[in-house]
């Protein structure tokens, strides 16, 4: 009896328990925690890194435009004159040479020049600078006044050839005339107008035509290559975009206009002949008899600024230049124009001439025949040049 109660008794408690699940489910939501926890942790250590990754990306930026700045490096030339007046203190200095391009890094140069003690030393005047100029160059320049004895005056008249730019530069101590012609040569200046100039064998100097003649500043020994960019910066920033507009006018490319310009630059030395003799070339451009230009002076460019620089006779490149051997243009501008020129191409009179031809004391004479030009050869003397005046 009792058995069977003490059984009765335990079948009763065996119905009134429930399963225990509580165990499973806490290990469950325990792993999914650890798990969470895991990927939070793997996600800031990311961010953390990329955060740093980041930080020394800016910081070496930071550092590498420093040290292009503190040296001159990777700037494109900028010449600019300065104004320094009475009294200026380093800071005001500082930020007109940020806000003329001169630096690039205001903080970096103020320290590096209190450090040289330039705020004691800046000596009033006018100073020509360049964005291609370290930051020891800067602070020599504003210490030396306007007693500078690296600075030449260049002038460079419309019609010079590059070959007379590089003597002339050599001249005054700037550069060699070998190290001028090789920049232009085989350097890419980053001008678009680069890209458009044609590629021909027979082409003598790729840039011929584009170094803008005018006065320039330069330092003594000056880099080449920021030499060159000087002029080319120069004919960029005056042949504006109504010059390109004309040309599209008229059906010229640039370096079609600079090609014709450079004819009548050195065959019209006064301005006010120029359009004149601009139109007789025009007449031949268009005229099925008179195919060649026939100008003296494209004969001269051979004889004087090609042959005597070239290892070894190249006929085809002398009859490219010689327009009593080739037909319509030469095959690129025999001197650098100036603007008076250029304009003259674009806007040029309007006759019926064939021929002409100047006297030595600056006289045109201009025919429509062949005869009518014999004729004025006569009246013109010995020393004249124009069209069809040789054999």
């Not at 961010?47 to 040290?67: D, F, H, K, Q, T």
């Not at 320094?84 to 391009?101: C, D, F, Y």
């Not at 020509?128 to 006044?145: K, P, Q, V």
Request: aromatic letters at 10%; glycine letters at 4%; one cysteine or more.
């Amino acid at each position: 009896m009792d058995q069977q109660n003490r059984q009765n008794n335990n079948t009763a408690e065996n119905k009134n328990k429930k399963p225990n699940t509580s165990t499973g489910t806490s290990a469950s939501t325990n792993a999914k925690s650890k798990t969470k926890k895991k990927l939070s942790r793997a996600m800031s250590t990311f961010l953390i890194v990329l955060g740093l990754l980041a930080l020394s990306g800016l910081l070496s930026l930071y550092i590498l435009e420093s040290a292009n700045d503190f040296l001159g490096f990777s700037q494109q030339s900028k010449q600019v004159d300065v104004e320094v007046p009475e009294n200026a203190s380093l800071s005001s200095v500082t930020s007109q040479l940020k806000k003329e391009g001169v630096i690039t890094q205001y903080l970096n140069f103020l320290i590096y020049a209190n450090f040289k003690k330039l705020d004691d030393t800046i000596e009033p005047g006018t100073y020509t600078l360049d964005a291609m100029m370290s930051y020891d160059d800067i602070i020599y320049a504003l210490r030396a006044g306007d007693e500078r004895d690296d600075v030449v005056t260049v002038t460079i008249p419309e019609g010079f050839s590059v070959r007379d730019i590089a003597e002339r530069l050599e001249e005054n101590n700037v550069c060699t005339q070998d190290e001028f012609i090789e920049a232009l040569n085989t350097i890419d200046f980053g001008y678009e107008f680069e890209q458009n100039i044609p590629d021909d064998e027979n082409r003598y100097l790729k840039l011929e035509g584009y170094v803008f003649p005018d006065t320039y500043q330069f330092f003594i020994d000056e880099n080449p290559e920021s030499v060159a960019r000087k002029f080319l910066a120069a004919f960029n920033k005056r042949v504006t975009s109504d010059y390109y507009d004309r040309m599209e006018e008229v059906g010229l490319t640039l370096d079609e206009t600079l090609t014709l310009a450079s004819i009548v630059q050195k065959e019209a030395s006064n301005p006010e002949k120029m359009a004149d003799v601009a139109e007789v070339f025009f007449n031949r451009l268009a005229s099925s008899t008179y195919p060649r230009l026939e100008s003296d002076v494209t004969v001269n460019y051979v004889e004087n600024d090609i042959k005597p620089y070239l290892e070894k006779s190249n006929q085809a490149m002398y009859d490219a230049y010689n327009t009593y051997a080739c037909e319509g243009l030469p095959v690129g501008p025999i001197c650098n124009p100036g603007l008076d020129a250029i304009n003259a191409v674009l806007y040029p009179s309007s006759h019926d001439y064939y021929f002409f031809i100047s006297d030595e004391e600056g006289n045109y004479y201009y025919a429509e025949t062949w005869e009518e030009h014999l004729a004025n050869i006569e009246k013109a003397g010995i020393g004249g040049h124009g069209t069809s005046t040789q054999d």
